[in-house]
Structures are given as C-alpha cells and as structure tokens.
C-alpha cells in the first residue's frame, strides 16, 4: 500500500497564514489612513480641536519671568546632577558597593551644593507671577539639603532608615522641582 505525500507541508501552511496576516493589516492600514485623509474627517477633528481638544495654550513667558527662568536655569542643572547622585550614592549603598563612611564622604559635599543653591536662588529678582513657583524651588532645595543631612546620618549609627526617610525627602524635592520646571522650563528645556 503507498501512501501519497501530503500537499502541502506545515512550513508552507504557516508561511501562507503569515503572508495573509500581513496582507491584512496592510489592508487595514490603507483604510485607516484613507479615512484619515478623507476632508469630512479631517474637518470634523479640525472643529472638535483634534489632539488638542480640552488642553489650553501656555502663555508665553514675559521678559521678566523669562530673566528669571535663565538666571534660575544653571542653578536647576547642578542641582538635578547632585541629586541623581544622591540617590546613587544610596543606591551603591545598597548594593553593597560602598559602607556607611563612604556615604558621609560622598553625600557631604552634596549638602553644600543644595545649601549654596537654595542661597543663590533666593537672591534672584523673582517677578510677582513666579512668587509661588520660586517659593516651592527654594522649599525643595531645602528638602534636598535636608535629605542629604539626612543620609549622612547612616554614617554614625548604621540605621537604614536614614536613607528611607531621605529617599522621602528626595521624592518630594524632585516631585516638587519638576512642578516648577513644568511652569519655567516645560520638557526642561533651557530657556532662550
């Protein structure tokens, strides 16, 4: 008795079903797209805002606010670097990379930097409409410097939860930061 060979072999079953997928989403792609481009659509988005429905336009920055978004700006820099370094310093801590000493050695100098920061900042001529945005930078500056304070603190007794409630400290800084940058330097983008 001979048996006939099948037909077909699974391989070309499966390459078949793929190039029929394929052939369909790109089906489905070329109708999508035609709908888009189709001017009833298009004006029906244009009249409801489109992607922009619901979202107002941020006013540009005044002259004076500007000045103080630039003067504050090389300030914001050093302290997102000292703070990403903060936090790794808790991190190699954590990792067992560094002991409790080398956190001190490593987190003092920070405490300086926010301290000098939050001293710099507040000697900035400060327009009347960013009152509360640079009250609540110079209050995360203080919440940074406070943190490291915090931190250090591992170095004399061996207590991690100095680091947790610097890592709070540290949260609601950054939390804090970026809702002023989201005002002066939205997508933390330099000012002009």
């Given at each position: 008795?001979?048996?006939?060979?099948?037909?077909?072999?699974?391989?070309?079953?499966?390459?078949?079903?793929?190039?029929?997928?394929?052939?369909?989403?790109?089906?489905?792609?070329?109708?999508?797209?035609?709908?888009?481009?189709?001017?009833?659509?298009?004006?029906?988005?244009?009249?409801?805002?489109?992607?922009?429905?619901?979202h107002q336009e941020r006013p540009a920055l005044?002259?004076?606010?500007?000045?103080?978004?630039?003067?504050?700006?090389?300030?914001?820099?050093?302290?997102?670097?000292?703070?990403?370094?903060?936090?790794?310093?808790?991190?190699?801590?954590?990792?067992?990379?560094?002991?409790?000493?080398?956190?001190?050695?490593?987190?003092?100098?920070?405490?300086?930097?926010?301290?000098?920061?939050?001293?710099?900042?507040?000697?900035?001529?400060?327009?009347?409409?960013?009152?509360?945005?640079?009250?609540?930078?110079?209050?995360?500056?203080?919440?940074?410097?406070?943190?490291?304070v915090e931190m250090a603190k591992i170095a004399?007794?061996?207590?991690?939860?100095?680091?947790?409630?610097?890592?709070k400290m540290s949260y609601a800084a950054s939390?804090?930061?970026?809702?002023?940058?989201?005002?002066?330097?939205?997508?933390?983008?330099?000012?002009?």
């Amino acid at each position: 008795m001979s048996r006939n060979p099948p037909r077909f072999h699974f391989k070309q079953i499966a390459i078949g079903c793929l190039l029929v997928c394929l052939g369909a989403v790109a089906t489905l792609a070329v109708v999508r797209e035609g709908r888009r481009a189709s001017p009833s659509i298009v004006s029906a988005e244009a009249a409801a805002g489109g992607a922009y429905a619901g979202h107002q336009e941020r006013p540009a920055l005044s002259a004076e606010e500007e000045a103080y978004a630039a003067a504050l700006w090389p300030i914001h820099e050093r302290i997102k670097t000292s703070a990403v370094q903060m936090t790794f310093t808790g991190m190699s801590y954590k990792m067992k990379d560094i002991d409790q000493m080398a956190i001190k050695q490593r987190v003092a100098p920070l405490t300086k930097v926010f301290r000098d920061a939050r001293s710099q900042a507040s000697q900035l001529q400060v327009p009347a409409s960013l009152q509360k945005q640079h009250d609540l930078y110079l209050a995360a500056l203080k919440l940074y410097e406070d943190a490291s304070v915090e931190m250090a603190k591992i170095a004399r007794d061996g207590d991690e939860k100095h680091l947790v409630d610097a890592q709070k400290m540290s949260y609601a800084a950054s939390e804090d930061s970026l809702r002023v940058g989201d005002v002066l330097w939205p997508g933390e983008y330099k000012p002009n």
